[in-house]
């Protein structure tokens, strides 16, 4: 089955600084992936669905010049969170997939720490 | 865009017991899909449901989806510890939007 690996699987950083984290479609092209966040005992948000070769499309108030997404391959998608703060710190995970027969597959989630 | 509400925000059951969550939308929702995530884990994909009126059985677990196409439910019968988790309905064509879930804790 498909699978989307996610890297890193926790971070810790120092506000003002900036951290990327990885999506990789493993065994399947991805044109399409989509980050979520989730803060702890909520559901999961959607941030911005990130296209292949082009920009991202961001959810309503999402701000785009702070988590900034690229995907430059059929394969990988990044999100970076540009200087962080303490209220950025959460549970971002990323998917792909059809969201057909099959749905989407989640990568396992970055835990951002913020302090 | 559409939302789907999700009740009970959370459920705790006796092992053995039934366990019941719904989905209702106020627009009718093309189709919709289910997931589960396990504490400290990320959403699994269970079930899509397309066609109105639409149930789907995965052992334990019953999945309808109503005749107007704007609710739906996920039914797991005799819960199992292993149930234990937060299950998500989530509905979108082209990308998906998660309801607030609904988390399931089980006294064994």
């Known amino acids: 089955g498909a699978v989307v690996s996610q890297h890193p699987s926790w971070v810790i950083c120092k506000s003002g600084t900036s951290v990327k984290i990885e999506c990789r479609s493993l065994?399947?092209?991805?044109?399409?992936m989509f980050w979520y966040r989730q803060f702890p005992k909520q559901s999961l948000m959607l941030m911005a669905t990130?296209?292949?070769?082009?920009?991202?499309?961001?959810e309503q108030g999402v701000e785009k010049d702070k988590f900034l997404i690229n995907h430059a391959s059929l394969t990988l998608s990044t999100l970076t969170v540009t200087s962080a703060h303490p209220e950025d710190s959460s549970f971002y995970i990323c998917s792909a997939g059809t969201g057909g027969t099959y749905g989407y597959t989640f990568g396992s989630g970055t835990r951002l720490t913020v302090v | 865009g559409q939302q789907v509400m999700q009740i009970p925000q959370y459920q705790h059951v006796q092992e053995g017991e039934d366990f019941t969550t719904y989905c209702n939308s106020s627009?009718?929702?093309?189709?919709i899909q289910w997931y589960k995530q396990r504490p400290g884990g990320h959403p699994v994909f269970l079930i899509q449901?397309?066609?109105?009126?639409e149930v789907k059985k995965q052992k334990r677990l019953t999945f309808q989806f109503g005749e107007a196409k704007k609710n739906s439910s996920l039914h797991i019968t005799a819960t199992q510890t292993t149930d234990v988790g937060t299950y998500f309905c989530?509905?979108?064509?082209?990308?998906?939007?998660f309801g607030q879930g609904t988390r399931l804790t089980i006294n064994p």
């Open positions: 449901l397309v066609k109105s009126g």
């Open positions: 065994d399947f092209q991805a044109t399409t």
């Open positions: 627009t009718t929702l093309s189709n």
């Open positions: 989530g509905q979108g064509a082209q990308k998906l939007v």
């Open positions: 990130s296209n292949e070769g082009s920009k991202a499309t961001y």
